[in-house]
């Protein structure tokens, strides 16, 4: 069983920052990739960030340049630093860890999620 922490969340103002993390109750060397996933109201849930263990990150289109995802591995840790926030960006984030498991199952494991408000 694995289990998802997620902090940091609350409300800021646009142009401010907020530094997400993620604590998993195991070694996240043991995930064949970690990210950061949102679902805004009404809006399906989307990749925000990704990083397999092999250190190679993946943005979306909306947040590159403004956020940046890493890992801790000494603290079993996965971080989202969000800087020059948007009204858009607000939403809950998601922390998820994924196996890869034979014939490319991918088994996910999620966070309960932290909400993020940006007022304008």
């Known amino acids: 069983q694995v289990e998802l922490v997620e902090s940091g969340g609350g409300l800021v103002q646009a142009g401010g920052s907020l530094r997400l993390s993620c604590a998993a109750s195991r070694s996240i060397v043991s995930f064949n990739a970690m990210g950061w996933y949102r679902q805004a109201p009404g809006k399906q849930r989307e990749l925000v960030a990704g990083m397999t263990n092999g250190g190679t990150t993946n943005y979306a289109d909306s947040v590159k340049g403004r956020f940046t995802i890493s890992t801790d591995s000494a603290n079993n840790t996965v971080v989202l630093q969000m800087n020059s926030l948007k009204p858009e960006d607000t939403a809950v984030y998601y922390c998820?860890?994924?196996?890869?498991?034979?014939?490319?199952?991918?088994?996910?494991?999620w966070g309960k999620g932290t909400l993020v408000t940006v007022s304008s």
């Open positions: 998820n860890a994924a196996v890869i498991l034979v014939m490319s199952r991918r088994v996910n494991y």
